[in-house]
């Protein structure tokens, strides 16, 4: 086996494990969690996957079939899922220095293993298993591979394998695990490439394996696609991310930011849809700086719901356009602002709205502007006060420190979360108590 091999551990429905940590009653009870504004069911417990219940399905027409089988309902709970997400992280690296998150439930660990002494991989899964179970309270399942596509697939059947741990150590495990696997369930196979490949013949991972690369880079993508190929045939290709939003020019630079969000009610008033654009613009500007970029684009999105009878739906948009990129949060609140007056229409009931940011660029690096010079000392000021918000604001709780534009705690705008939990671990408010 090659020296480095590589781990996927998939924490199991990660959100309602994330619940049942503080409240072992649910273990062994059907649990859902819902989607902001209480919209549409994101995670289910087994229990509650038996009785049908599919994912994405509205709630508002799975409720009478929730309170029928009385299947626990939770609304959700970012904070403590990202949280509890670091504390999973923070445990795989006790087994390797090299993690590499991949989404808020699964992460990459890379394993490096002298030629001379192969370690016992499942020994070694096993315990990783243990310890995230043992020291935050997370099942979870670990494939083990030795490329970050394999590894995907193994832990896609580590699932549905006693003890949750999936090993593709040898050529014939390999070829085992790729007869059994569904085309259409290989990582990067999207929705589009499936029907192109059935209609070639090739039904599951093992026939793409052994198509010719030829074949491969004309009909599925080119060089993507030839990297899929090869990492199927146990040849690493992906690149190796750490940190996920590093500067790497092929995979890991950010593109834009995004802040949306559904209101828990339609709204009308401007001074109320002023303060939520500004909220998810400052929300925009604390992930840009988070990233080290700034940014030379504002759009601003405005929608009316496409469900009502009255009116037609839409989401329109304005983009406001800065002579120099910035990560400042009072500039982007102007922009957005100014986009959110183009849009802008009195009587009309808008259901959300959202913040843009794009036209990144890394913030020593700016585009100068032939008329607007810049004035070092100003942008110092800048630059000083960002790292003094975000400083307060990362150690005493967000939005200890905010702008005013963005209104009160208890907006409006804010969406249903009628079922939240407590945020047992990021607030001192709600701290969870042992009696």
């Not at 859902?32 to 417990?45: A, P, T, W």
């Not at 029928?68 to 390797?96: A, C, E, I, K, M």
């Not at 907006?411 to 047992?424: D, E, K, L, M, V």
Request: proline share 6%; glycine share 8%.
């Amino acid at each position: 086996m090659a020296p480095n091999v590589y781990a996927l551990v998939d924490c199991n429905n990660f959100y309602v494990s994330c619940e049942r940590v503080f409240r072992p009653e649910l273990v062994g009870v059907p649990v859902v969690v819902l989607s902001n504004n209480d919209g549409c069911l994101i995670s289910r417990s087994d229990e509650a996957k038996a009785l049908g219940l599919r994912m994405g399905e509205p709630y508002f027409k799975a409720r009478p079939f929730l309170e029928q089988h009385r299947v626990r309902v939770f609304s959700s709970n970012y904070p403590l899922y990202g949280d509890l997400s670091r504390r999973v992280n923070l445990v795989l690296g006790q087994f390797s220095p090299e993690v590499e998150p991949y989404s808020i439930d699964e992460s990459f660990v890379r394993l490096a293993a002298p030629v001379q002494h192969r370690p016992d991989y499942q020994a070694l899964a096993l315990a990783i298993r243990a310890a995230v179970l043992q020291q935050v309270g997370i099942p979870v399942c670990v494939g083990v591979a030795p490329t970050k596509t394999l590894a995907k697939l193994a832990n896609r059947r580590a699932r549905h394998v006693s003890g949750g741990v999936l090993i593709l150590d040898s050529p014939e495990s390999q070829a085992m695990a790729l007869a059994a696997t569904a085309v259409r369930d290989v990582w990067g196979i999207g929705r589009r490439q499936a029907p192109k490949l059935l209609a070639a013949d090739i039904g599951t991972a093992a026939e793409l394996a052994a198509a010719t690369e030829g074949w491969v880079r004309r009909n599925l993508g080119g060089v993507v696609g030839v990297r899929l190929w090869r990492e199927l045939r146990g040849e690493p290709c992906l690149s190796w991310h750490p940190r996920p939003e590093a500067d790497d020019e092929a995979e890991g630079r950010r593109h834009s930011v995004t802040y949306t969000r559904s209101f828990g009610q339609p709204q009308r008033g401007q001074p109320v849809l002023c303060e939520a654009v500004a909220t998810f613009a400052a929300r925009a500007a604390e992930k840009l700086r988070r990233h080290e970029l700034a940014a030379h684009l504002v759009t601003v999105l405005l929608g009316t719901d496409r469900f009502a009878a009255t009116t037609e739906g839409a989401t329109r948009t304005a983009v406001i356009y800065l002579p120099q990129a910035t990560q400042d949060t009072s500039t982007l609140l102007a922009a957005a602002r100014r986009g959110l007056a183009q849009l802008y229409q009195p009587g009309a009931a808008y259901v959300r709205a959202g913040v843009l940011l794009s036209g990144l660029e890394p913030p020593g690096q700016p585009q100068l502007d032939l008329f607007t010079p810049i004035e070092p000392a100003r942008l110092q000021e800048q630059q000083q006060l960002m790292r003094t918000l975000d400083s307060l604001n990362h150690r005493f709780g967000r939005d200890a420190v905010r702008y005013a534009a963005t209104g009160t705690r208890a907006a409006a705008w804010a969406g249903r979360n009628g079922f939240r939990s407590p945020a047992y671990t990021t607030s001192w408010e709600e701290l969870w108590q042992v009696k």
